[in-house]
């Protein structure tokens, strides 16, 4: 019998709410659940915000990272049966839109329960195969190659200390796309909605639109201006879209 949800440290809830749907967010690599503390502003009131803490960031900075989702997935599980009390949606960025998914698929397995919706942004289909090893290129390609992406901030790029404090969890976080091995399962019986940034040289609309082969339900793509991380930059419009679609599951229940 599920639990109400009780304090993880697995999962930081950055807006409560007593009832209505719950938002778990997953953030890009590198990132913490910080990166969803402003979406309060932007989101219907009565949508509970919560967001994914893994090891290795911020609370959680002495803990070992993780960087295979086979290690991962049972261990999110377990943290994740006191949040399953009532309807939830899941929204994932990059790397955190594949842990997302994979999670959706786990907690199907092994609980018998899925999200009423699951939003990846910037992120390929997972049957795309990545072939890029981004976890094991040598430290100064790999943070040359963190610098063309645009993803790690410069005052944390430019601090020689900084940048050995975050590399592990950095490298670990990609690792977990370098490791992943795709595993055909029968589509989620939930919506799948797409976001992506129309500059985006890493992710294009194409491999965007694989996502559609992983739903039974329906799928849309929306793009916004910007590049990867066109939900800093684009955070406005992409929050309002956001909204109109959460809108669609008030007074849901589990």
Not at 40 to 53: F, K
Not at 87 to 100: D, E, R, T, W
Request: aromatic share 10%; charged share 20%; hydrophobic share 35%.
């Amino acid at each position: 019998m599920l639990t109400a949800a009780r304090p993880s440290p697995w999962i930081v809830t950055h807006r409560p709410s007593s009832s209505g749907l719950r938002l778990i967010c997953f953030p890009y690599a590198g990132a913490g659940a910080s990166v969803f503390r402003s979406w309060g502003e932007g989101l219907p009131p009565d949508v509970e915000i919560c967001a994914v803490q893994l090891p290795g960031r911020e609370s959680r900075i002495t803990e070992c990272p993780v960087g295979d989702l086979r290690e991962l997935l049972p261990r999110l599980g377990e943290a994740f049966e006191p949040y399953l009390d009532r309807p939830f949606a899941f929204f994932g960025h990059s790397i955190g839109a594949l842990v997302s998914f994979e999670l959706a698929r786990e907690l199907r397995r092994t609980k018998g329960v899925e999200p009423l919706h699951v939003f990846v942004s910037s992120c390929p289909a997972p049957h795309h195969p990545d072939s890029d090893r981004l976890s094991e290129l040598p430290e100064s390609e790999f943070v040359d190659w963190l610098k063309q992406f645009n993803g790690t901030p410069p005052e944390v790029l430019h601090h020689p200390e900084l940048m050995q404090l975050v590399l592990p969890t950095l490298r670990a976080d990609f690792s977990l796309r370098d490791r992943y091995l795709h595993r055909d399962e029968p589509p989620l019986d939930c919506p799948i909605t797409a976001f992506g940034g129309m500059a985006d040289s890493h992710v294009s609309g194409a491999k965007l639109e694989g996502w559609k082969q992983h739903t039974r339900e329906r799928f849309q793509l929306w793009l916004f201006q910007g590049d990867h991380f066109f939900l800093r930059t684009a955070q406005e419009p992409m929050l309002e879209a956001l909204s109109s679609l959460v809108s669609r599951y008030h007074g849901a229940s589990q």
